[in-house]
Nanobody, 125 residues
Framework: VQLQASGGGLVQAGGSLRLSCAAS????????IGWFRQAPGKEREGVSC????????YYSDSVKGRFTISRDNAKNTVYLQMNSLTPDDSAVYYC???????????????????WGQGTQLTVSS
């Protein structure tokens, strides 16, 4: 079971970027998938989540209206489209998978069973 986050990089404020979370060894369609981020000296923050089979999506207040999470089950991949980026969005972004009974705590790291290795996003002002 492995998650691979990719797509990070350096982008100017106001720009866009799409992160990918590819799974191997299991079918993402049967898992809730979350995106988290962690900036230096800060706690890991839940950014977005898509429930099993993409039935529902959730966003933190800090990214609502700018970020969009989506699934491509044929590619066993979940995406995070990030628009209108600001320097405050700079962080290491992680994807995570949960096979736990849904209890709305998608924003808490403890809800997830598997984690990807993280991809760095840097937004310059």
């Amino acid at each position: 079971v492995q998650l691979q986050a990719s797509g990070g990089g350096l982008v100017q404020a106001g720009g866009s970027l799409r992160l990918s979370c590819a799974a191997s060894g299991f079918n993402l369609a049967y898992y809730a998938i979350g995106w988290f981020r962690q900036a230096p000296g800060k706690e890991r923050e839940g950014v977005s989540c898509t429930t099993v089979s993409g039935g529902s999506t959730y966003y933190s207040d800090s990214v609502k209206g700018r970020f969009t999470i989506s699934r491509d089950n044929a590619k066993n991949t979940v995406y995070l489209q990030m628009n209108s980026l600001t320097p405050d969005d700079s962080a290491v972004y992680y994807c995570a998978a949960s096979n736990n009974l849904w209890d709305s705590t998608w924003y808490k790291p403890g809800f997830y069973d598997y984690w990807g290795q993280g991809t760095q996003l840097t937004v310059s002002s």
